[in-house]
């Protein structure tokens, strides 16, 4: 009876945490929007929007899907190992997990373009696991190396932003060094599975998940060519994506200099790879303010900025992965048909 008891108490200790986490998360995003928004001229925020320049946006657009192609290009080389070619499948599943990371708890949209494209490509999920990790901790450490190099020629950087880049460059290297060798750490997990006396079969899927997940991140070792295209498309996806962040700011009749759009994206990206509200409401907001009002752009702006970055970038995200899902459709009529 105590054993039913303490089974049943283990689901329930763990919703208890997740809804204490969400809990604390909507807090602080509550915090920080009333912040944001605090003293907000609503008439000046309302009257900029139509003011906007399509001309502008279109430009913003065109350079937030060059940036979308720079991250295929880059995932699509660390899966070439096991997959092959395989842009259009990486190209979908960089929507799928953007657009999932803005809405589902604890950036779920990770997991969700790994399964997705495991799936379709017939690739072990760990390797795909251990790809798409790479890619995420080598944009938090490319972040952290362009904040503290912008530091050099941006007067009076946001103490909190150089705090937090110290922070991610740190957590970043440790992280890769973990997935380097995390093919090694799957000898020493077979010596703790005998210990502990594991069933045999439990170890093995360990040492299986372990090493799939340690030769995904180990796509680049080896491979010159392969390593500077890596590092070439990483930093082609943000300048491609502080090149859209311009456009959008002179769509509102403002202007700021290559290296604040680069700093303004650096806070957003350090921001985001932490687990946030849906949408990063709140968070992306009082990161405008904090970082664009300094630099000149009007708080209602720098709100209405903000806005139609977010809004832009979903719906773009909704296209892709609509003609993805399309493309899935006709794929599985024309295999039906050849079949039949």
């Given at each position: 009876m105590s054993q039913v008891h303490s089974s049943a108490s283990v689901p329930r200790a763990s919703t208890l945490r997740t809804w204490t986490l969400r809990s604390v998360l909507l807090l602080v995003a509550a915090g920080l929007l009333y912040v944001a928004l605090a003293g907000l001229d609503w008439h000046a925020f309302f009257d900029s929007l139509p003011t906007l320049s399509p001309y502008w946006l279109a430009a913003t657009l065109a350079f937030q899907l060059l940036a979308l192609l720079s991250r295929a290009l880059r995932w699509s080389t660390l899966l070439a190992p096991e997959a092959g070619r395989c842009m259009a499948v990486a190209f979908v599943g960089e929507a799928i997990g953007d657009l999932g990371n803005s809405f589902l708890p604890a950036r779920a949209g990770e997991a969700a373009r790994t399964v997705w494209v495991s799936r379709l490509l017939g690739v072990r999920l760990p390797f795909v696991v251990g790809t798409a990790a790479v890619e995420r901790v080598s944009d938090a450490v490319?972040?952290?190396?362009?904040?503290?190099?912008?530091?050099?020629?941006?007067?009076?950087?946001?103490?909190?932003?150089?705090?937090?880049?110290?922070?991610?460059?740190?957590?970043?290297?440790?992280?890769?060094?973990?997935?380097?060798?995390?093919?090694?750490?799957?000898?020493?997990?077979a010596s703790i599975a005998r210990t502990l006396h594991l069933p045999h079969k439990l170890a093995h899927r360990g040492i299986e998940v372990l090493h799939g997940i340690g030769t995904g991140s180990r796509s680049l070792v080896h491979h010159p060519a392969r390593t500077a295209f890596y590092a070439a498309m990483t930093a082609a996806v943000?300048?491609?994506?502080?090149?859209?962040?311009?456009?959008?700011?002179?769509?509102?009749?403002?202007?700021?200099?290559?290296?604040?759009?680069?700093?303004?994206?650096?806070?957003?990206?350090?921001?985001?790879?932490?687990?946030?509200?849906?949408?990063?409401?709140?968070?992306?907001?009082?990161?405008?303010?904090?970082?664009?009002?300094?630099?000149?752009?009007?708080?209602?702006?720098?709100?209405?900025?903000?806005?139609?970055?977010?809004?832009?970038t979903i719906l773009q995200e909704l296209l892709w992965v609509g003609f993805g899902w399309l493309g899935l459709r006709y794929r599985a009529r024309a295999a039906t048909g050849t079949e039949q």
């Open positions: 490319f972040l952290a190396l362009v904040t503290f190099m912008l530091m050099l020629l941006i007067p009076h950087m946001p103490l909190w932003l150089t705090a937090a880049a110290g922070v991610f460059l740190l957590l970043g290297i440790v992280t890769l060094g973990v997935l380097f060798f995390l093919p090694a750490f799957s000898h020493g997990f943000w300048v491609f994506d502080a090149a859209a962040m311009l456009c959008l700011v002179h769509a509102f009749h403002d202007s700021l200099s290559f290296a604040q759009a680069m700093l303004f994206l650096a806070a957003l990206g350090l921001s985001s790879a932490v687990p946030s509200t849906p949408g990063y409401i709140g968070i992306f907001q009082f990161i405008a303010v904090a970082v664009l009002v300094p630099f000149g752009v009007s708080r209602p702006h720098a709100l209405a900025i903000i806005l139609v970055y977010q809004i832009a």
